[in-house]
C-alpha cells in the first residue's frame, strides 16, 4: 500500500470514531429514505423520575432554558450537507408530548425508554412535509455511577445511584420507527442533578459521603453557562450546545462514507 494513502486512512478512523450515532438501517439507505428532516422543538418527559426537592421548579428551568434552542440545531445539521432541507416543526411541545411519545414495552436498563405513535409522527411530518423527525427529549433517570473527589487525592470515589437528567435523540420515520439514535441505552449525560459532597465528608472526618441535589440557582446556573463560564456575556448554552454538536457529528457523513464505506446498521 502506497504510504501516501496511510495519512487518509488514518484521518478517516479518526472521523469515524467521532462519530456518535448509530444507525437502525444502512447509511445510503438513510440518506436516500430522509432527504428533507423536521426538527421538533426539545420535548421534557414531565412524568420521568426527576427526584429533586422542588421537582415542579426544575421542570420549569428545563422547560424555559430549552425553549427556542432547536434553533441552532436546525442550523449545524443543515451545515451538515446530509439533507436536501431541514425544516421546524414549530409547535407546543408540552402538546406534542402525550400525543407523540410512549413508555416503552421493555423494562430492561439499557433498553431505549420510549416508542413513538405512528398516527401523531405521520401527522407531524405530513404538517411540515418532511421524510422524518428528529425527536430529542430530556428525562429524568437514575443511574448508578462513581464519582470522583477531584479537589484532593482524586483516588477517592463514591459510587451510588445519582439522579440525573438524560438526553435521548432520536430519528423516526412516518411510521414512528426508528432511523438512527445518538448513542446507546436510555439516552446521554445532559444535567446532573446529585453530587457527592467529599467537602462535607473531609472536614468532619468521615468516611460517610453524603448526595445532595444542585440548588435551584446551581441547576439555573449550570444550564445557561456558556463555554467561557458564567462570566461570558454572550455565546451559546454549553450543554445545549454539546448536545446538538453531537447530533450534528453522529449526521454527518464521514470520510469512510465519502469513498462508499459506513458504519453497518445496529441488528
Known amino acids: ?28 439507505e438513510f440518506t436516500q429514505q ?9 420535548l421534557i418527559d414531565e412524568g420521568s423520575r426527576i427526584e429533586h426537592p422542588q421537582r415542579a421548579e426544575v421542570l ?22 446530509t439533507f436536501f432541507d431541514v425544516r421546524h416543526i414549530n409547535q407546543d411541545p408540552r402538546q406534542i408530548f402525550p400525543r407523540l411519545v410512549k413508555p416503552s414495552a421493555s423494562s430492561a436498563e439499557d433498553a431505549l425508554p420510549y416508542e413513538f405513535s405512528p398516527a401523531a409522527a405521520r401527522q407531524l411530518a405530513e ?39 438524560l438526553a435521548l435523540a432520536v430519528v423516526i420515520d412516518r411510521d414512528g420507527q426508528i432511523l438512527w439514535r445518538l448513542g446507546s441505552g436510555p439516552g446521554d449525560h445532559f444535567l446532573a442533578l446529585q453530587y457527592a459532597d467529599f467537602d462535607e465528608a473531609f472536614y468532619n472526618k468521615s468516611d460517610a459521603v453524603r448526595l445532595k441535589f444542585l440548588t435551584l440557582e446551581g441547576v439555573e446556573r449550570t444550564l445557561a453557562e456558556t463555554p467561557g463560564g458564567l462570566k461570558a456575556r454572550t455565546g451559546f448554552p454549553r450543554l445545549y450546545g454539546e448536545l446538538f454538536d453531537k447530533i450534528g457529528r ?18
Open 1 to 28: 500500500m502506497s504510504r501516501a494513502i496511510w495519512p487518509l486512512l488514518l484521518a478517516a478512523l479518526l472521523l469515524a470514531g467521532c462519530q456518535s450515532g448509530t444507525y437502525k438501517i444502512p447509511r445510503e
Open 34 to 42: 430522509v432527504r428533507t428532516l423536521g426538527v421538533m422543538p426539545i
Open 60 to 81: 420549569s428551568l428545563l422547560r424555559r432554558h430549552s425553549a427556542g434552542r432547536e434553533d441552532r440545531l436546525i442550523q449545524i445539521l443543515r451545515d451538515t450537507g
Open 127 to 165: 404538517d411540515v412535509v418532511v421524510d422524518a423527525l428528529l425527536v430529542v427529549i430530556l428525562h429524568g433517570r437514575e443511574l448508578v455511577e462513581k464519582r470522583w473527589d477531584r479537589d484532593r487525592t482524586r483516588l477517592n470515589y463514591l459510587e451510588s445511584p445519582y439522579n440525573n437528567v
Open 250 to 267: 453522529g449526521l454527518k457523513p464521514g470520510v469512510l462514507q465519502r469513498f462508499g464505506g459506513g458504519a453497518r446498521p445496529q441488528q
